[in-house]
């Protein structure tokens, strides 16, 4: 079977606008975010990896082009 992800966070950013959602995670398969969860629906799934991030924002599909040749950049980012 494949294997699914459970990344969680303290909250969720969608890139929905105008949009709040109560989500703290994304449930990741075959590296494609599956769905959005809440962190209190994540314990009763199966054979599912949970990654406990923390007290983090998580940004779902999020992807940053943003780029300066020669600076270096001191902000630790995650990708799991």
């Not at 949970?50 to 998580?58: K, P």
């Amino acid at each position: 079977g494949v294997m699914k992800k459970a990344v969680l966070g303290s909250r969720l950013l969608s890139c929905e606008k105008g949009v709040r959602r109560d989500w703290e995670g994304v449930i990741v398969s075959e590296d494609r975010i599956e769905r959005l969860v809440r962190r209190e629906d994540v314990t009763g799934l199966d054979g599912c990896e949970i990654i406990d991030l923390g007290d983090t924002t998580l940004m779902p599909g999020f992807v940053d082009v943003h780029a300066h040749a020669g600076v270096v950049c001191r902000t630790a980012f995650r990708t799991v």
